[in-house]
């Protein structure tokens, strides 16, 4: 199993940017679909954002579509999500997740991946 690690979380304003890092450290991501799911205080893990490994294909739920934005730089060993002009209904433990090589990847879907980091808190509040 691949060990992920992420960072970037924080407390912001309504409207304000963040950008969360996923990072695999002593292990290459190359060629792994990389998701990002996010968990309210409350609910269930829902799934953001996924990336694939193969073809660079991105993938975004309704809710964050325009705002958050998916990269990964296989030179750094990096996925980034880059949200802006966030809202307090993204307040949430966001997830970085890593499905097996190569898979075909859509919408992410928790039953899709199988290594899964230890989230970071976003919190957006006035």
């Known amino acids: 199993q691949v060990q992920l690690v992420e960072s970037g979380g924080g407390l912001v304003q309504p409207g304000s940017s963040l950008r969360l890092s996923c990072t695999a450290p002593g292990f290459t991501l190359d060629y792994y679909p990389i998701g990002w799911f996010r968990q309210a205080p409350g609910k269930e893990r829902e799934g953001v954002s996924a990336?694939?490994?193969?073809?660079?294909?991105?993938y975004y739920v309704e809710s964050v579509k325009g705002r958050f934005t998916i990269s990964r730089d296989n030179a750094k060993n990096t996925v980034y999500l880059e949200m802006n002009n966030l809202k307090p209904e993204d307040t949430a433990v966001y997830y970085c997740?890593?499905?097996?090589?190569?898979?075909?990847?859509?919408?992410?879907?928790?039953?899709?991946?199988?290594?899964w980091g230890q989230g970071t808190q976003v919190t957006v509040s006035s």
């Open positions: 990336i694939s490994g193969t073809d660079g294909s991105t």
């Open positions: 997740a890593a499905a097996a090589p190569r898979a075909r990847i859509g919408l992410p879907r928790i039953k899709d991946y199988s290594s």
